[in-house]
């Protein structure tokens, strides 16, 4: 559930075969059917909703989680969305790109990423994004 609708998020890969990569565009549609629509203008990944309905966690970034070491403008993060604001908030802002978003849970963000190894699980707290 997102806000007060019952919706599920997909996502939709942009480019062509055999092309370069592009990144991926989060969407929505009701579970009742109907028309997908775009849900934020950010490019991403790995859409999570938090329990509540009003954050939308995802991943932004274009690089190749194969390439763990990868930092540059195609380096991938954490970043929140907040559907009663309208607004964006980077999460976190490694050197090292993140592998995997795993979910909201309890207050916190988890995810895996090569900040201090390879494929560690980190925690972040993502209550400081949250609409009162």
């Not at 964006?88 to 963000?109: C, D, E, P, W």
């Amino acid at each position: 559930m997102i806000g007060h609708l019952l919706t599920i998020l997909y996502l939709q890969q942009l480019g062509v075969l055999k092309g370069p990569e592009w990144d991926e565009q989060i969407y929505h549609v009701n579970a009742n059917g109907g028309t997908p629509q775009r849900f934020i203008t950010a490019l991403g990944s790995m859409a999570t909703v938090s329990p509540d309905g009003n954050l939308v966690a995802f991943v932004k970034g274009a690089c190749r989680i194969s390439r763990e070491d990868y930092s540059g403008s195609a380096q991938r993060d954490v970043w929140i969305y907040n559907i009663k604001t309208g607004s964006y908030f980077q999460v976190t802002s490694s050197q090292k790109t993140i592998i995997r978003l795993y979910g909201m849970h309890a207050g916190n963000l988890y995810y895996i990423g090569a900040e201090s190894g390879r494929y560690n699980i980190y925690q972040a707290i993502y209550k400081y994004w949250m609409v009162q």
